[in-house]
């Protein structure tokens, strides 16, 4: 197993409240751990659109919307939802085990 495919500790069970999210790196990857309705995503932390952080947006349902120009994002699948974006953001499998959530960026 490559190093790029481990599972690493990127925060506490329980830390992130609910429609809350955290900025976290994985690798060499910025990302977003969210809490949507009890719900846990990791997707890449910047808009395809305009190269802009997702964490100055907000979480509404299962998709986050980028504060620039607007676009949601599933957070599920990545897709973007609204114009302007057209391109999705990426998406990686995150699980909790022993009071950890841990993430795989591959």
């Known amino acids: 197993m490559s190093a790029d495919s481990a599972w690493v500790a990127i925060a506490k069970e329980g830390e992130i409240d609910n429609d809350a999210m955290k900025a976290v790196t994985v690798g060499d990857k910025r990302l977003l751990l969210v809490n949507a309705g009890g719900r846990l995503y990791l997707v890449d932390e910047m808009c395809t659109h ?48 022993s009071g950890q959530i841990w993430a795989r960026a591959d």
């Open 50 to 97: 305009e190269d802009y952080s997702l964490a100055l947006g907000c979480i509404k349902d299962k998709r986050i919307k980028c504060s620039l120009h607007g676009s949601y994002f599933d957070l599920e699948t990545g897709t973007a939802l609204d114009e302007p974006a057209s391109d999705p953001i990426g998406t990686y499998p995150v699980k909790i085990e």
